[in-house]
C-alpha cells in the first residue's frame, strides 16, 4: 500500500557498528550521516564463549530495533582491541585488556547470525577512518589518528589509504619507544610512550601519589572505596598540585616525543588527538614540536576530535563505505 | 662504418652520478649494470660558488671521459645532503654540515652546463633507491635503508615508492626521538638518535675518553696530531676497552629503539643497514628488536648492505630508471 511505499522511501541506510573494549562492548545504529540513532553497551565478559554470546544478542537485538527505528542496515562493522587481519575478519591476537581474544574469526559467527556482510578492523584504525570519513580528517591523503584512553593507539592513513604493515601490525603507536630506559610497558619493552601517556600510566603515578599522601589538594574530596585514577590526577593538577601538572606534563611530552618521530619519518600534515586524554595533552604536544622538531616538521597541525565516538565512526564508515561499493 | 656500428652496439647505457657530502664531491660514471666506470672526488668546498662550479667542472670532465669509454650518458643523478623537492631539482634546506647549501636549484645549471636530463634527491632517500634497485630492496615493496655515516639519514620505501612527506623532510631518521632529553643534537632538539649513534656522536664521545686518558688500550697507538675519531672507538672496544664497548652498545641501542618505533609504526619487512656503521651495529640493532619489540613486528629481517656505494647507485637509479621510461 501507499504507506509502505513511503516507509520505504523513507528508510535510512544504516550499519551495526560495534565497539569492543577491555571495559564495555558496545552496539550501535549508526547512520549514513553519521548519526547515532541508538545505543546499546554492557560490560564486555571476560571469557571469549561468554564475549561472542554477548555480541551476537546485542547485535540481533540491534538489527530488529533498526527495523523499528525504519533502518535498512547495509552490515556489521566491528572495532576491536588487538591486531586484526581486516581481510579475513579475525582477531589475531589482543593485549591484557582483552585476555585470551586471540585468532577469533569474527565476520563467519556474525555473518551467519545476521545474514549480513562483516567488517572488521582495530580499534585505532577503525578511530583513523571514523575521522577521515566524519572528521578532521576528510579529504586528507595523509595523517595520523592517535586513540588516547586506558591504552595508547592509533591508525595511519597515506596516500588516502589506512596502513596496516606486512603482518597487520602498523600503528602500534603505544609503543613507539621514547625512552632507551624508561618505565616498564604492559607489552614486556620499556620507555613505550604508553607507559608515559596512557591512563593507566596516570594511573599507576597517581596511585603512588596518593599513597605517599601528596594527590589530594584544597577543593578535592576523595572516597576511601573511590579507585583512585588519572581523573584524580588530573582534578588535583587543574587545582594546582604541581606534583600531578610534573606528571601529565611528562605524559604529553612523551606523547609528543612520540608525534615527532613520526613527524621525521614520514611528515604528514595532520595528526588528530581522539580519547578523554587529548584535551588534557594537547596544548602539550604541540608545545613538544614547537621546542623540538625540525622546523621543517613544525607545520603539522595538531587537533583534537571533534567526535564523540571516532571508533564507533570508523566501524560503521567500514560498512558504510563498503557497502555502497560493493566490495567485500 | 663499420667500426662505428660496432661502437654504437657496443655503447654503455650510462648515468653521471653524484654524491655530495659534507666531506667529499664524487662524480662517478655507473652502468646499467651498476658497475662504477669511473670516479672523481673532490673535498666539498665550504662555499656554494665554488662547491657548484667544482661540480659542473666534474661533470663536464666525467661527460668527456665517458664519451672514452663508450659510455652513453642518459642524464645526471645527484645525491645531496640536506631536504630535497625532488620534482624541482632543488635543495630547500641543508644541516650545518653543508652550511648555506639552501635554496640552490641543481637542475638548472646542471641540464644548460651538460644538455642532460637532471635528476636530484637527499642521500638517504638516494641509498634506499640504490637498495632498491642494486642491493637488498630489490622486489620488495615496503622497506627502509639506514644510511649511518656523520650523521643518521634514510629512506623509506611504502607500496614501491619512495615516501617524500608533506613537505620533503619524510624519512628524516636521524631525528626521530630515543630520549625524552638526552644529549643535545646538532637539529636544536636533543634525545634525537643521532645524538647517540651517528659517527659525529661516537667522536664526541672517544674525545671525552681520550681526553680522561681512557680510551687507549693494549694495543693502540694513536699519533699526537691524530684526530680522534669514532674509529678509535670501534677499536678500542674491539681490543676490549670496556668503556669504549658501552658507548657503542648504547648507540646501537638508540639505533634499534629508532628502528622498534618504525616498526611499530609501519611494520615492514625488511631495514637495510647502509654505511660505514652498519657492521659495528647490526647484531645490536637485531637484540635490542628482538629484546624490545612487540612480538608481532620481530620477524623484521635486518641486512647490511652489500653495496659499496648505496647512495651513488641511488643517485645513478634515478637516471637510470626514469630517463629509460621517459618521464621527467
Ligand atoms: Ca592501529
Ligand atoms: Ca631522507
Ligand atoms: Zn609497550
Ligand atoms: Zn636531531
Known amino acids: 500500500?501507499?504507506?509502505?511505499?513511503?516507509?520505504?522511501?523513507?528508510?535510512?541506510?544504516?550499519?551495526?557498528?560495534?565497539?569492543?573494549?577491555?571495559?564495555?562492548?558496545?552496539?550501535?545504529?549508526?547512520?549514513?550521516?553519521?548519526?547515532?540513532?541508538?545505543?546499546?553497551?554492557?560490560?564486555?565478559?571476560?571469557?571469549?564463549?561468554?564475549?561472542m554470546e554477548s555480541l551476537l544478542t546485542l547485535l540481533v537485538d540491534a538489527s530488529q530495533i533498526a527495523?523499528?527505528?525504519?533502518?535498512?542496515?547495509?552490515?556489521?562493522?566491528?572495532?576491536?582491541?588487538?591486531?586484526?587481519?581486516p581481510h579475513e575478519g579475525l582477531v589475531m591476537h589482543s593485549t591484557k585488556s582483552l585476555e585470551g581474544w586471540s585468532a577469533i574469526d569474527l565476520r563467519t559467527p556474525i555473518s551467519s547470525a545476521l545474514h549480513l556482510p562483516v567488517w572488521v578492523d582495530n580499534?585505532?584504525?577503525?578511530?583513523?577512518?571514523?575521522?577521515?570519513?566524519?572528521?578532521?580528517?576528510?579529504?586528507?591523503?595523509?595523517?595520523?589518528?592517535?586513540?588516547?584512553g586506558t591504552g595508547i593507539g592509533g591508525g595511519l592513513v597515506l596516500n588516502g589509504r589506512l596502513v596496516h604493515g606486512s603482518n597487520f601490525c602498523a600503528a602500534e603507536l603505544g609503543h613507539i619507544a621514547v625512552s632507551i630506559d624508561g618505565p616498564a610497558c604492559m607489552c614486556g619493552s620499556s620507555g613505550c610512550v604508553e607507559a608515559y601517556s596512557s591512563g593507566l600510566a596516570l594511573m599507576r603515578e597517581a596511585k603512588k601519589l596518593h599513597q605517599a599522601g601528596e594527590l589530594i589538594v584544597d577543593g578535592m574530596k576523595i572516597d576511601t572505596n573511590e579507585i583512585i585514577s588519572a581523573k584524580h590526577l588530573i582534578q588535583a593538577a587543574k587545582l594546582g598540585n604541581k606534583k600531578a601538572e610534573k606528571i601529565i606534563h611528562l605524559g604529553g611530552e612523551a606523547l609528543g616525543t612520540a608525534v615527532i618521530s613520526i613527524l621525521h619519518l614520514l611528515n604528514p600534515t595532520l595528526v588528530v588527538l581522539c580519547g578523554v586524554l587529548a584535551p588534557t595533552y594537547v596544548d602539550i604536544v604541540r608545545e613538544t614540536i614547537e621546542n623540538k622538531a625540525l622546523p621543517s616538521a613544525r607545520g603539522v597541525k595538531v587537533q583534537v576530535s571533534l567526535l564523540k565516538e571516532p571508533a564507533l565512526m570508523g566501524a560503521a564508515s567500514l560498512v558504510l563505505e563498503y557497502a555502497t561499493r560493493r566490495i567485500y
Do not use: W, Y
Not at 583513523?128 to 591523503?141: D, S, T, V
Open 67 to 85: 527495523t523499528k527505528l525504519n533502518c535498512r542496515v547495509l552490515g556489521v562493522g566491528v572495532s576491536t582491541g588487538g591486531r586484526v587481519n
Open 1 to 51: 500500500g501507499v504507506s509502505q511505499d513511503i516507509d520505504h522511501i523513507l528508510e535510512i541506510q544504516s550499519a551495526l557498528a560495534v565497539d569492543l573494549g577491555g571495559t564495555n562492548l558496545r552496539v550501535s545504529i549508526v547512520s549514513k550521516a553519521g548519526e547515532i540513532m541508538h545505543m546499546m553497551s554492557k560490560p564486555t565478559p571476560s571469557d571469549n564463549t561468554a564475549r
Open 123 to 148: 580499534d585505532g584504525n577503525c578511530a583513523a577512518l571514523g575521522e577521515r570519513k566524519f572528521g578532521h580528517g576528510k579529504g586528507k591523503e595523509d595523517f595520523l589518528a592517535i586513540a588516547t
